[in-house]
């Protein structure tokens, strides 16, 4: 399987902060990377799709990128509303598999 | 609007099975890829599988001959059934729709294997 190992665990962030969450393939994944944001009793929903792709009604501070097999989640100045837990997935081989998750406070 | 809603006892007894049901309006089942992802206590994710719209199935290996999702196209509804569970099989249980990402999720159901 293709392992996912995503940093920061937990974060707590300032609203004039550029926040960076990242996800590393433990192999290449052509840019089959989405993240999800989860607000607590919330479901999951969906940010970047592609690596860099903006979802639909998604906050332009919200970006990604990539280098190499590490690709990066990015909130420019960041609102309290940010609040939440931030996964990555891979849908590129046949077993897909998410980041372990990083918990971003917000205050 | 697309929507999904998962149903389903909340409490299961170990060595029992988990039968789910994700309800979804908005949109054909027999188009695209539906599947399941659950959430275990201490926020980790998990992909379990998922069928597409030809009924084909993908699993999760981890999960190996325990789990089958299946359809029923009349309802516009698809199933998870997880056989032989555990306490470890205890998390919330997601229904989503993919179409090369999840974009739609459902509201998510708890379920707790305990006797």
């Known amino acids: 399987d293709i392992q996912m190992t995503q940093s920061p665990v937990s974060l707590s962030g300032s609203l004039e902060e550029i926040v960076t969450i990242t996800c590393k393939a433990s192999q290449g994944i052509d840019d089959y990377l989405s993240w999800y944001q989860q607000k607590p009793g919330k479901s999951p929903q969906l940010l970047i799709y592609d690596a860099t792709s903006l979802a639909d009604g998604v906050p332009s501070r919200f970006s990604g990128s990539r280098s190499g097999t590490q690709y990066s989640l990015k909130i420019s100045r960041p609102q309290v509303d940010d609040s939440g837990i931030y996964y990555c997935?891979?849908?590129?081989?046949?077993?897909?598999?998410f980041g372990g998750g990083t918990k971003l406070e917000l205050k | 609007e697309v929507q999904l809603q998962e149903s389903g006892p909340g409490l299961v007894k170990p060595s029992q099975s988990l039968s789910l049901t994700c309800s979804v309006t908005g949109y054909s089942i027999t188009s695209t890829y539906w599947g399941w992802i659950r959430k275990f206590p201490g926020n980790k994710m998990e992909w379990m599988g998922y069928?597409?719209?030809?009924?084909?199935?993908s699993y999760n290996p981890s999960l190996k001959s325990r789990i089958s999702i299946t359809r029923d196209t009349s309802k516009n509804q698809f199933f998870l059934q997880l056989n032989s569970v555990t306490t470890e099989d205890t998390a919330t249980y997601y229904c989503a729709r993919w179409g090369g990402f999840f974009d739609y999720w459902g509201q998510g159901v708890m379920v707790t294997v305990s006797s």
């Open positions: 069928i597409s719209y030809s009924a084909s199935t």
């Open positions: 997935l891979q849908s590129y081989s046949t077993t897909w598999t």
